[in-house]
């Protein structure tokens, strides 16, 4: 039983560490994007995209549109601050890795705690045998 539990621990180990990772690298290119002031000509061709033919469907294309539009007229509007913006956001990478050991620390305690009451649980003794 001792054993289940630190594969379980483990495993939740790894999702939380690819999960730490994941998010780490996509701030770190959020921050890239936004400082390199690509984010502007993203949202133009954001604006540019055509409609899908299944999203017509679901949504109406006026609404589609709209969105389109109000995306790129933010991104172009905030094109002058987004260099400040993507430094800041530089700043959210250590603080990922933070909660990243905050979270292992709790994961080790529960997992630890758990060996320990499997260890002081007394083996089920069988009856009429």
């Not at 909660?99 to 705690?113: H, N, P, T």
Request: glycine share 14%; net charge neutral.
């Amino acid at each position: 039983m001792k054993i289940a539990l630190w594969v379980v621990c483990l495993l939740l180990f790894g999702f939380w560490t690819g999960g730490a990772l994941l998010l780490a690298e996509l701030t770190d290119w959020t921050a890239r994007q936004l400082a390199s002031g690509g984010t502007a000509a993203m949202g133009q061709v954001l604006a540019d995209w055509p409609i899908p033919a299944w999203a017509a469907v679901w949504v109406d294309a006026a609404w589609i549109e709209a969105a389109q539009s109000a995306l790129s007229a933010a991104l172009q509007g905030l094109e002058g601050s987004l260099p400040m913006l993507g430094s800041l956001v530089g700043w959210i990478k250590p603080v990922i890795w933070v909660m990243w050991g905050l979270g292992v620390v709790v994961l080790m305690l529960l997992a630890g705690g758990g060996h320990l009451l499997l260890g002081r649980m007394r083996p089920a003794v069988a009856h009429g045998a």
